[in-house]
């Protein structure tokens, strides 16, 4: 039996209103592209040392690791004020983000740990 029309019926590729077009995919993949880098374009790009913020070379790892505990604890207080706040996903999702706080801050102070203080 012979068909009346192709299986799958021709279409224009470049046509942006069809849902499988090249053209329109081809837009979709520069958009992607655009607003979400790869990893290898992310690591690819070499590092500026920025100037608004900086930090004492002189500082010790002590510090910086005390530091970096008081910083996540500040932050996992103000994460458990808005929970109070919120109801279903968004105050899960929060909650999502005060257990990686923990986890990070937890990982701090077993570097704080491992440092050896001088004598």
Not at 34 to 40: D, E, G, L, T
Not at 45 to 52: E, F, G, M, V
Request: proline fraction near 9%.
């Amino acid at each position: 039996m012979i068909k009346p029309s192709p299986n799958p019926p021709d279409t224009d590729p470049a046509s942006p209103y069809e849902p499988d077009s090249k053209k329109l995919n081809e837009a979709a993949e520069r958009a992607l592209d655009y607003h979400f880098p790869s990893n290898a374009d992310i690591k690819a790009t070499p590092r500026t040392r920025s100037t608004l913020f900086s930090v004492d070379p002189e500082t010790t790892v002590e510090t910086l690791a005390v530091y970096l505990v008081e910083i996540l604890a500040s932050v996992d207080v103000m994460v458990h004020q808005l929970v109070d706040h919120l109801e279903g996903e968004s105050r899960y999702a929060l909650l999502g983000i005060s257990n990686s706080i923990m986890v990070a801050e937890i990982t701090a102070n077993r570097v704080l740990d491992k440092i050896d203080l001088p004598k």
